[in-house]
Structures are given as C-alpha cells and as structure tokens.
C-alpha cells in the first residue's frame, strides 16, 4: 500500500495505488534495461572475462585451488586445470545468448534500484518507528544480493562448471558443452546464490510476521545443516575439501539469520 500520509491512505482507492505501482514498475524496468543496453554494448568483456571466466584455468578461483592442490599433494583439488569447450548448435543461438545475457547483467546491476523503487512504494505505508527500523533496508538488501551473486560466481559456479563438465558414464562419450546449457547453468547457480544470501532478510520479515522464531530456527538447527550438506554435496565434486568450502559460508548464513531473528525478538519482546 502505498500513501503519501495517514490521512491521505483513506483516501486513495485501490487504482490509485494499482498506477503507483504500475509507475514503480515502468521505473524498474526502465533501469534494467539501461543496464542491460550497457551489457549489450560491452559483451566482449562480458563474456570473454565474465561468463567464460569461472571455466578457464586461469580463473582466480581456479588458479588458487591449483596452487592448494599442489601444496597438499591433493590432485583432485585441481578443477578446470584444463578449459572446457563450448559448441553452438543454432544459427541464432550467439545472439540470443547475447540477448538472455544482457538481459541477466541488466538484472544484477539494476537489482538495488530495483529494491529502492519497491521501498519507495513500501516506505509511505509505515509509521515513522517502523521507518526509523527500516532504515538501510535497501542497502542491506543490496549488499546481501551482491555477496551471494559473488559467492555464486567465484565459488559455486567453478565447482558446478568443474563436475558437471568433466562428469563421464563412459569414455566413449565426449563432453560437448553446448552454449545455452552452459549459459543457464552458471545463470542459475549466480542469481541463486544471490537469492539465497537474502536469507537473514526473509527470516526478519518472518520473524516480524510471527512466524518463526529463534526457538524454532535453533530447534530445527540440526535439520538446516543437514539440508545444506546436501546442497553443497550436489553443487561440489566428490571430495571432502570441496564440501567443507561451500557449506561453511551456508551455514554462516544460516547462524546470521537466527541472529538477526534473535535481536529483533528481543527488542520487540516485553
């Protein structure tokens, strides 16, 4: 709901506020498709720096687990020492990835204007102390969704690229990475990542609503690591070095979010 002041909500009916928010989303994507046009134009670093980055052995995430690999006698620490390659199998398959590409970098780069615009269509339904406790909402939000995309990208996506692109039934089958599977599936892992790392953002607003509690979130601890396990043992190659570095700042994650529900508790708790 959105209102200028108290007396002004009572007021306003409920296409008022459909054509605010119809404005807020003109707005959102109007910045993501800057964003986006600014991708289009910049595709050369894009894809040889960005996209193809976490595949080649000279990745910064790559180089360093190398380096661990031989410093530890641990050979199969060593992922994506050798690059993978990538196929094109349709004529418009280049420009699309191209497009589908710009599209998700419009998305990243837009995404804390994105958030401004629906806090500003938020902020004016909320009392003032509500404001007051809301305040660097967007910031955090933001800074979260950055972490997490980062943690994609430099730590999940070389993993998943490392097992899936070397993952064989049979030597007699060649792995041929198409372009779009490859697209999607480093998309996938980055922007869930990002997703995933606004965790103690969603245990706030359930926390306000009710709905969890920190008894709850530490009562179901155990259960939490053993999701998490699971979800770094499908996304890492089979050794233990691997498993241990993925679920470590998962489980991090999990911890700050029952912080986070543990301090609003307590201040809003007689």
């Given at each position: 709901?959105?209102?200028k002041?108290?007396?002004?909500?009572?007021?306003?009916?409920?296409?008022?506020?459909?054509?605010?928010?119809?404005?807020?989303?003109?707005?959102?994507?109007?910045?993501?498709?800057?964003?986006?046009?600014?991708?289009f134009?910049?595709y050369?670093?894009?894809?040889?720096?960005?996209?193809?980055?976490?595949?080649?052995?000279?990745?910064?995430t790559?180089?360093?687990l190398?380096?661990?690999?031989?410093?530890?006698n641990?050979?199969?620490?060593?992922?994506?020492?050798?690059?993978?390659?990538?196929?094109?199998?349709?004529?418009?398959?280049?420009f699309?990835?191209?497009?589908?590409?710009?599209?998700?970098?419009?998305?990243?780069?837009?995404?804390?204007y994105?958030?401004?615009?629906?806090?500003?269509?938020?902020?004016?339904a909320l009392?003032?102390?509500?404001?007051?406790?809301?305040?660097?909402?967007?910031?955090?939000?933001?800074?979260?969704?950055?972490v997490?995309?980062c943690?994609?990208?430099f730590?999940?996506?070389?993993?998943?690229?490392?097992?899936?692109?070397?993952?064989?039934?049979?030597?007699e089958?060649?792995?041929?990475i198409n372009?779009?599977?490859?697209?999607?599936?480093v998309?996938?892992?980055?922007?869930?990542?990002?997703?995933?790392f606004?965790?103690?953002?969603?245990?706030?607003?359930l926390?306000k609503?009710?709905?969890v509690?920190?008894?709850?979130?530490?009562?179901?601890?155990?259960?939490?690591?053993?999701?998490?396990?699971?979800?770094?043992?499908?996304?890492?190659?089979?050794?233990?070095?691997s498993?241990?570095?993925?679920?470590i700042?998962?489980w991090?994650?999990?911890?700050?979010?029952?912080?986070?529900?543990?301090?609003?508790?307590?201040?809003n708790?007689?």
């Open positions: 709901m959105v209102k002041d108290k007396a002004e909500t009572s007021e306003m009916g409920f296409l008022d506020h459909l054509e605010e928010l119809r404005w807020v989303l003109v707005r959102a994507a109007a910045g993501i498709l800057l964003a986006a046009i600014g991708a134009v910049s050369r670093f894009i894809f040889d720096y960005v996209i193809f980055g976490p595949k080649s052995p000279d990745f910064v790559n180089r360093v190398c380096l661990i690999a031989q410093s530890i641990a050979p199969a620490l060593c992922i994506n020492s050798k690059p993978l390659e990538i196929i094109n199998i349709n004529m418009a398959g280049q699309n990835t191209h497009l589908m590409v710009s599209l998700y970098a419009g998305i990243i780069v837009a995404f804390p994105i958030i401004f615009q629906l806090w500003n269509f938020v902020k004016p009392y003032e102390h509500e404001r007051k406790r809301a305040r660097g909402a967007v910031f955090y939000i933001s800074l979260l969704f950055f997490g995309v943690f994609g990208f730590i999940i996506a070389p993993f998943t690229i490392h097992f899936l692109g070397t993952y064989r039934i049979s030597p089958v060649t792995n041929q372009l779009g599977s490859y697209l999607s599936s998309a996938a892992v980055t922007l869930a990542a990002g997703l995933l606004e965790l103690p953002i969603l245990i706030l607003f926390t609503a009710n709905i509690s920190p008894t709850f979130l530490k009562k179901y601890r155990k259960h939490a690591f053993i999701v998490i396990m699971v979800i770094a043992a499908i996304i890492t190659p089979p050794d233990v070095f498993l241990i570095l993925v679920t700042p998962m991090l994650l999990y911890e700050f979010s029952i912080f986070i529900s543990s301090r609003h508790y307590r201040r708790t007689p």
